[in-house]
Each structure stands twice: as structure tokens, then as C-alpha cells.
């Protein structure tokens, strides 16, 4: 069983993503599995039937993997890759990412390349066209060559071992990244009339569409129109006091001639999808949250035409109003007039048809089940999409697009199902304030009234989220091998429950959502194949957040795992790598009243603190200063500190690599053996 080992599990695929081609005849997945030396996950393009007659085969196969794949009109399928390039000099070295043409039949070969690499490919469906996303130098014209191209830029800084960055605004990092000196740029090409034979040189010719953006392309999304000629994308605007939000820009791919196609000062807008007929853009607009009133995320239309450059941006029109549509990505039917969306609900994220013209929702799956990747079929007449569960790992499924509350049809896919140690229940209580909770419990087998389980209190983070899918990095299974039972309750600011749910806890972290896990934990324990005297808490991000408040304010637990949490609000809010998010939302008052490290000494349960360097989401200095109370604090013998801190010089936010992973799991799982259930904590080996 692959959650009692956890090399086993590291190395189970790992499936995500999905599209299909023009035609609908194929369905192609990426699936990430372990290198050679078991130190990377490298990923591979699989196809599956859309009949779910013939296996998945696998399409790619390199070293450094492949990713971002697309169909061109032609079926041809395109992807980005930093595989070595057949035609390219073997002194170049570690090349960025190419884009890459795999023909009907053929072999791969290199169709375009760039000096910072490739993403973002989008295709259009008839017309030729291919538009990526390419990180450009701003002293560059990125379709020049010679001393002050792009290329030379880049080997100008690497020759002289130059590595600052001058910024002129705010954001200056990204969760991992340092931002600079290039700068994203969307580029469009028109492919070849046959692909590019492998060794070949690269054919394609690039036009850069957004010349001189600054940082108002960073982590964009964008669309092209059926026909290619236009492209829709998101582009930030900054405004005063280092704040942002995003509008959408149309481009003439022609010509470059560019307009404001919407724009909305109280609202973010963003994933935009042109409609089939290429009349309307879908997309979603998150409202701009204040101290006192969070985000709401609406599904809206706007208009889309090929009007003069100094058009007034359009008007904005909400689908369905006061729906909620957290977690969606909106893609459009065959018909222009319907669209399809995953969306969070009640720890799921069940796919819904809407009629645009009236508004009119359908719920198309009727199980609990976390659908993405939403495809629709060119007759209409079906829709595939990624399916997981907290007790499913993503998979590919068939939907008919029309009927309510449908079983959806499992694919052929690249792995078999793993079995899992236990099974998944629901809890559900009521909270103070008459709120409706519920929780995710999973269960051991062989857990009973003779033998009850031990529980572990797993806080989700975001804030804005739910524990609705399957999770490679926080996976509960590992702990019901272990015969623990993991509950994974969806408290006060989770998604999928209302406006009015998530709410209860703006502004006031320790509030709601504290009370809600402890109300939540109160209900599962009521149960008698639980043990209520041995539990522990854990969380990441935000739920490092919570694990570090109920630290500060219950006693009730053995041991606390705090991993990436934010420890000093007043210090968290400026030093995080989106202060101008946050500071909507954490005034003083809400600081002083929410802080955990006010709250220090009142912490009696040993603690188990993980944090990366390189994390740019939740800075180093939160780990730091919560390791430095914990230890000024302790008034004991040194030798008999309870607490432990877990560094990762080179991780972020998450912990991506697998090894580093396998000891998380192990760090975790001994500190937690240590006070649950009393024996001796073991350092893992390559720890000591």
C-alpha cells in the first residue's frame, strides 16, 4: 500500500491539466512522475480516449519533461519543453523552455524558441496563429537581433556576473521569484503550413504584441479569438499606495493596435475566454475587499468587438447574480450561449451549465467530487473534465452536457486508482451563531470503540479555500496509515458555503474561525472510534496562521505542526510579496486584535515549526521570530526544549522536491509519534 511508504507514494503519477483538440478526438494529460534518481517530478504528455475505448498512451519523453500542451488547427499538438534540441549546438548548454510541435504521427521537433523561454501557449482554432507568453529584457525590441537584443542583453549580465534589479514600483518578488530585470510580454507567431522536422532549425517569426509592459503582464491570463486575429488579456494597472487590480486589454495580433476592451476600479477582472463565435469574452470579476467586507467572485460577459482603439472600455454584465464562483475557469459551449464552470460548494466543486441570457444554472454533477479543466466537446453533446476527491486523485471523466446530477464516466487513464487505508465521512454540527459546519473525517480502518483512533486537526489555509480535492502535498492518507484520523473541517472564511459564510470571519481570524475548528473538533470526538485524549493540530499558510492562534489559546491538544505560517501580523502584511492584498484587510486594529504572537506566552503545547527561505508568500522572518519566542520562552534545561524547527534553505511556500517532501512527512510524523503517543522522537536519517 503506497501511504504506508512513503517513497511508494512520492512515487505514484501524478495527473493534472487537460485539453482537447479542434475536432474533439483527442483528450491530452500531463502526468508528473519521479526522475531516475528519485529527485525531481518531470512530466510527460499522455493521451486518452475520449470514447474511453483504447488506453491512455503516453505521447512524450524526456529528461527535463514537457507541459502547457495545446492542439493547433491541424492536430498538430504543441508544447513547452527545455529537452535538448536536436538542431542546437552542444554548447548551448541549458537552454529555456522551446515550444515544441508534436505532428499526427511524427516526431517532435523545436517550432519556436526564446532567450527567457516560453509559456502561456494559446492557439487559435482556425487562421494559424500562436501566441505564447515570453519574459522579455525592457531594453529589448523582442524581435530584433544584435548588440542590444534580447540575447545580448542576457549574456551582457551573465559575462559580468550582474545580478541587480532596479524597480521603479511594487511588487519587486513572487512567491519564489525575484522579479526582474526581463518583463512578460505576449509574442504571436503564424505557424508553418507543415511542422518543422526534427533537427530542423525553428520556423516560427515573432510579433511583439505588448512592447514595453513593465510589470502589467506578470502572472496574466489571456485568450484568442477563434480566428486568431484578436487577443484578450488581463493587465495590471497600479494605483496609489503601491495597490493594483487587473482590467482586460484587446489586441489587433496585426497590426498590435490595442484597447481597454473592460475595466473595473472596484474589481479585479481575469480569465477570459472568447466565446466560440467570437462576439463575447467571459470572465470573472473579483470585487475589491475592504476591512470590513471580503471579495465576492462573479461570472460576467462583456461584449467584443473589433472597435477603434480609443473605445470606451464595455459594459460588464453579471450572469447570475449573487452566485458565488470561487475556484471557476469559465469556458464557453459550441453554441456561444451557454457556458460551463467548476465551482467550490460544500467541499466539493460540482460543474454547472449556465444559459447566459438568462442566467439560468444547472448543476451537471451530482456527487462530491473537485472537477477543473473543464472541456467541451465541438458538438456540445459532451464535456471532460479532471475529477478528484479528498479520497480521489485527479483522473480524466466524461460528462453528457445537458441532465442534472449525473455519475461521471471514468476514461482510460496513464495510473491505476491506489487503495486507501481507510474511508471518508462527514461531520456535521452547528456552530455558536446558528452557521451550519461541516468537515471531511478520515478513518483508519480497523478503528473502533475498542480501539479508537487518534485525531489530527488538519487546518486548511488560503484563507479563501475549502478541503474539496485530492492533495499530493497535504495528503491525509499518509496519516490513516499511520492510524491516525485526520479531520478536515471547512471553518469561517471557506469558500463554497455563501457570501454570508465566509464573511463571519473577515477582519477577525481568531474569531469564527478559531471557534469553528474547536466546534467542529467537539462534534467528531463525540464519536466513539475516536480517542479525544490524544489529538494534535497542524496547518500550512493561513493554517499555520490557526495552529499558531490555537496554540496561544487552548491547551487542549499534544502537539501543533505550524508550517509556512504567518506568526506577526504587523510584520507579515509589509514583508509578504503582496502587501497591497492584505493591507485591504489587516488595519492596526485588526492586527493588534489577531495577532498570534501576542499571545506567546501563553503556549504550552510543543510545537513542530517548518519553514522554506525562499518562501516570498510568508517570509522567512515569521518562522524566525516564532522559533526565537518559543525558544526565549522556555525557561527549562535547553537539552529538554519540546519544540522543533524544520528549515528548507532552498524551498518556498510549499515543499516541491521529493525528497524534501519525504522528510517533511517524516519530521512531521515522528514529532507527532513523540507526544500522541509517547515514544522517543526519531530524526530522520537524513537529517542527522
Known amino acids: 500500500m503506497p501511504f504506508a511508504d512513503l517513497d511508494a507514494f512520492a512515487a505514484l503519477p501524478r495527473l493534472s491539466g487537460l485539453t482537447l483538440s479542434a475536432d474533439g478526438t483527442r483528450l491530452v494529460t500531463s502526468v508528473a512522475t519521479l526522475s531516475p534518481d528519485a529527485t525531481r517530478w518531470v512530466g510527460a504528455l499522455w493521451e486518452v480516449d475520449p470514447a474511453g475505448e483504447a488506453s491512455a498512451r ?64 494559446l492557439t487559435a482554432r482556425t487562421g494559424g496563429r500562436v501566441v505564447v507568453q515570453s519574459p522579455t529584457m525592457p531594453g529589448a525590441d523582442a524581435t530584433e537581433e544584435g548588440p542590444t537584443s534580447d540575447a545580448a542583453r542576457r549574456a551582457a549580465r551573465k559575462d559580468r556576473k550582474v545580478s541587480a534589479i532596479l524597480h521603479e514600483g511594487y511588487p519587486v518578488r513572487y512567491w519564489d521569484s525575484d522579479l526582474g530585470p526581463d518583463e512578460d510580454r505576449w509574442l504571436a507567431a503564424t505557424l508553418p503550413a507543415q511542422a518543422p522536422l526534427a533537427g530542423e532549425q525553428p520556423a516560427l517569426t515573432w510579433t511583439d504584441l505588448t512592447p514595453a509592459p513593465g510589470r502589467s503582464l506578470h502572472e496574466g491570463s489571456a485568450a484568442l479569438s477563434p480566428d486568431g486575429s ?172 445537458s441532465g442534472a446530477d449525473q455519475r461521471p464516466v471514468p476514461l482510460r487513464g496513464p495510473a491505476a486508482v491506489p487503495e486507501l487505508p481507510g474511508t471518508l465521512d462527514e461531520v456535521t454540527t452547528t456552530a455558536a451563531d446558528g452557521s451550519p459546519l461541516r468537515a471531511w473525517l478520515a478513518v483508519p480502518h480497523g478503528a473502533g470503540p475498542e480501539a479508537p483512533a487518534p485525531l489530527l486537526l488538519w487546518i486548511h489555509g488560503g484563507p479563501l479555500g475549502s478541503w474539496n480535492a485530492w492533495s499530493w502535498r497535504w495528503n491525509p492518507w499518509l496519516a490513516v496509515a499511520r492510524g491516525y484520523a485526520v479531520l478536515l473541517p471547512d471553518s469561517g472564511l471557506s469558500t463554497g458555503y455563501g457570501a454570508e459564510f465566509l464573511a463571519r470571519g473577515w477582519g477577525a481570524w481568531g474569531a469564527e474561525p ?26 500550512g499558510s493561513f493554517g499555520g496562521y490557526m495552529a499558531n492562534w490555537v496554540a496561544g489559546h487552548t491547551d487542549r491538544f499534544r502537539a501543533i505542526v505550524t508550517h509556512a505560517s504567518l506568526w506577526a501580523l504587523d510584520q507579515f502584511g509589509p514583508t509578504t510579496d503582496g502587501a497591497y492584498y492584505w493591507t485591504r484587510e489587516m488595519t492596526p486594529e485588526m492586527q493588534a486584535a489577531n495577532d498570534p504572537a501576542a499571545h506567546a506566552a501563553d ?59 519525504i522528510l517533511w512527512y517524516e519530521t512531521v510524523f515522528a514529532f507527532l509519534a513523540t507526544h500522541v503517543h509517547g515514544v522517543e522522537f526519531q530524526v530522520p536519517d537524513l537529517l542527522r
Not at 534540441?85 to 517550432?111: H, I, K, Q, T
Not at 460551463?340 to 451537471?364: I, K, M, N, T, W
Request: charged letters at 20%.
Open 230 to 401: 484578436l487577443l484578450v488579456h488581463t493587465e495590471k494597472v497600479f494605483t496609489a499606495h503601491g495597490d493594483q487590480r487587473d482590467r482586460l486589454v484587446v489586441v489587433r495580433v496585426e497590426d498590435g493596435v490595442r484597447r481597454v476592451l473592460a475595466d473595473d476600479p472596484a474589481a479585479d477582472l481575469f480569465t477570459p475566454q472568447v466565446s466560440p463565435d467570437g462576439r463575447w469574452v467571459a470572465a470573472l470579476r473579483e470585487s475589491r475587499s475592504s476591512p470590513t467586507q471580503p471579495p465576492t467572485v462573479r461570472l460576467v460577459v462583456v461584449a467584443l468587438d473589433d472597435g477603434p482603439a480609443d473605445a470606451a472600455p464595455g459594459d460588464l454584465r453579471v450572469v447570475v447574480p449573487d452566485w458565488e464562483v470561487w475556484g471557476a475557469s469559465p469556458q464557453w459551449g459550441p453554441d456561444s450561449r451557454t457556458l460551463f464552470l467548476a465551482v467550490d460548494h460544500e467541499g466539493g466543486a460540482p460543474v454547472f451549465r449556465v444559459d447566459v441570457a438568462s442566467g439560468a444554472v444547472q448543476r451537471l454533477t451530482g456527487d462530491r467530487g473537485a472537477y477543473s479543466d473543464v472541456q467541451v466537446s465541438p458538438g456540445g453533446e459532451s464535456v471532460y473534465a479532471v475529477r478528484s476527491a479528498v479520497d480521489a486523485p485527479p483522473a480524466v471523466v466524461r460528462l453528457a452536457a
Open 514 to 539: 478559531y471557534t469553528d475548528l474547536l466546534t467542529v473538533t467537539d462534534a467528531a470526538l463525540e464519536r466513539d472510534d475516536l480517542d479525544a485524549g490524544r489529538t494534535a493540530a497542524m496547518g
Open 603 to 661: 503556549i504550552v503545547t510543543p510545537m513542530l515549526v517548518i519553514h522554506g527561505d525562499k518562501d516570498y508568500r510568508v517570509p522567512i522572518g515569521e518562522g524566525l521570530r516564532l522559533w526565537w519566542a518559543l525558544n526565549s520562552a522556555w525557561e527549562g534545561d535547553p537539552a529538554d526544549l519540546p519544540h522543533k524547527f524544520l528549515y528548507y534553505p532552498d524551498e518556498n511556500h510549499w515543499v516541491l522536491t521529493p525528497q524534501h517532501a
Open 58 to 121: 503516453r505521447l512524450t519523453r524526456s529528461a527535463k519533461g514537457e507541459s502547457s500542451p495545446c492542439f493547433a488547427p491541424d492536430g498538430t499538438l504543441l508544447f513547452t519543453s527545455a529537452r535538448p534540441d536536436p538542431a542546437a549546438s552542444a554548447a548551448d548548454g541549458d537552454a529555456p523552455a522551446a515550444l515544441w510541435a508534436l505532428p499526427p504521427g511524427g516526431e517532435a521537433a523545436v517550432l519556436g524558441t526564446r532567450p527567457g523561454g516560453v509559456s502561456g501557449v
